[in-house]
């Protein structure tokens, strides 16, 4: 199946489950909100352009608040489907949505009150470890201090040189969603305590 599809497949049926007004991480989107952001970014490139650059970001909107206002049922179908044919994404699903799907997956469910770590799993994690070495890189390069992502077997990887570092150890899924900004992750710290809230305050989006 692959990483992408299997996230994809989880969090339709997630979406399905709790309804179009969820909270998630992103806040202030709501469940629907980022149901059109997947759907505009795999179906609209020219609206997803926005997503990084500012100038175009109110074309983004615009499209994402559309398709957020379709029927939930029609929407979560759209996602389900994923990208289509001609776009880019279907090409290389894989690739480019594992760690997109993933992060957004767990932006659903560690929403909820009662959400808990997924057990470690060594083929998604093998994936993730890839996708999360090169995306830190982005994510943590305004850190005033040196960030080392250390997997439990050990294995490590330094994302930012520099002084004083912060070593963050914890599974390949909770070290991809701190680098991605998310702060409902089981992380253990070791630094001087002042490094780790500048980490941990960073700006870690892309």
Same mark, same amino acid.
């Given at each position: ?13 997630? %979406? &399905?489950?709790?309804? #179009? ?10 469940? /629907?909100?980022? $149901? @059109? !952001? ?6 609209? #490139?020219? &609206?997803? $352009? *926005? ?7 109110? !074309?983004?909107? /615009? ?13 979560? &179908? +759209?996602?389900?489907t994923g990208p289509p044919k001609w776009s880019p994404y279907a090409l290389l699903d ?7 799907? %993933?992060?957004? !997956? ?19 994690? @093998?994936?993730?470890?890839? *996708? +999360?070495?090169? $995306? ?23 994302? /930012? @040189?520099? #002084?004083? #570092? ?13 680098? %991605? *900004? ?8 070791? *630094? ?15």
């Amino acid at each position: 199946m692959g990483v992408a599809r299997d996230e994809r497949r989880l969090l339709t049926e997630l %979406f &399905a489950e709790v309804g #179009p007004d969820a909270p998630t991480l992103c806040d202030p989107w709501r469940t /629907k909100d980022l $149901a @059109a !952001h997947l759907v505009l970014r795999e179906r609209r #490139p020219d &609206a997803a $352009a *926005g997503i990084l650059l500012k100038p175009l970001a109110r !074309h983004t909107q /615009k499209v994402q608040d559309a398709y957020a206002a379709k029927p939930w049922a029609e929407l979560v &179908a +759209l996602v389900r489907t994923g990208p289509p044919k001609w776009s880019p994404y279907a090409l290389l699903d894989e690739l480019v949505n594992s760690v997109e799907y %993933f992060v957004h !997956h767990e932006d659903v469910r560690r929403a909820r009150s009662d959400w808990e770590p997924r057990s470690p799993d060594p083929a998604r994690d @093998a994936v993730l470890w890839k *996708g +999360l070495r090169s $995306a830190a890189r982005l994510t943590y390069r305004n850190s005033p201090v040196a960030v080392v992502l250390r997997r439990p077997d050990g294995e490590s990887a330094t994302v /930012k @040189a520099g #002084p004083n #570092p912060v070593v963050l150890t914890g599974q390949v899924s909770e070290l991809l969603l701190h680098a %991605f *900004g998310r702060d409902r992750v089981d992380v253990e710290y070791d *630094g001087d305590p002042d490094d780790v809230k500048a980490v941990n305050t960073l700006n870690r989006s892309v």
